[in-house]
């Protein structure tokens, strides 16, 4: 590791960002070091030009991919470097507006109902039912699950807050009929290989890749036509909810969103609520015209 690399992971650790964050900004720096095969503090204000226009116009990155380059980039210069680079207030991602991917209550039954091996059952069932993101589920520990509360506490999540999950008592079961199977004292889904191949001896949480196969071998295996990933059973989970009647201030302190306009997505979401909002307008419609 280059001193220039540590020092700068060391500076994003000081900024509280999360390891996944600090991963990927690295990754940005890295990456235009091997563009121009020279050390990023040697690259100058033109080639940082030149190069974010090489991502938007001939990669065509997406917009997520150029704001963590940016993002990834600026804080070297003006925070590792302490030289700031007046081309990079000039670069702006599009902003996109796309709507997730949700699936109905029958998919994700069908999905899971696909799911082979009972630890990434247990894991995709409880990232569904408690609306975690996938890092969340991957990483629980026993002691985060609160039987008697009956509620799950996550810890440091996105933004480094902590919250409280209800946790349904189906899933308490499916958790404590997988825990059996390898009694782990600290992980709820440990690595499948362990020091000798056993779950119970393992040293860390299996993966975030395993699950995502598990889930894509499922989905394709249920016949489901949809571009789902794992995070579409958090965003299925939230519109579920909003279809039940649960308050959005509710469903925005569950998925631990800051902001409630990030919630507020979910009311595009659902045919149920759009489907009521129809009936309400044809109501006053009709006492207008009626």
Known sequence: M?????????????????????????AAVQRLAAYYHKSPDQITEEELREYFLHLSNVQQVSASTLTVALC?????????LQQPRKVLELVHAPREQKLPVVLTVEEVRRILS??????????????????????????LQVKDIDAERGVIHIHNGKGNKDRYVPLPSPILKLLRRYWVTHRHPVWIFPSHWGTQGEAGQATKSMTVRGVQRAFQSALQESGVQKEATVHSLRHSYATH??????????????????????????????????????????QVLENIWG
Not at 17 to 24: A, G, P, V, W, Y
Not at 253 to 269: E, F, M, Q, V
Request: with cysteine.
């Open 2 to 26: 280059t001193a220039l690399r540590e020092r700068m992971i060391e500076d994003l650790g000081l900024h509280g960002l999360s390891n996944q964050t600090q991963k990927l900004y690295v």
């Open 114 to 139: 696909c799911v082979n091996f009972l630890r990434y059952r247990a894991c995709l069932g409880t990232i569904y039912a408690c609306g975690l993101r996938i890092q969340e589920g991957v990483h």
């Open 72 to 80: 990834g980039i600026r804080f070297f210069y003006e925070q590792t």
């Open 241 to 282: 909810l909003l279809e039940a009647g649960v308050n959005l201030r509710v469903i925005q302190a569950y998925l631990g969103h800051a902001s409630p306009n990030s919630t507020a997505i979910y009311t595009h979401l659902t045919p149920t609520i759009l489907g009521q909002a129809a009936q309400a307008i044809d």
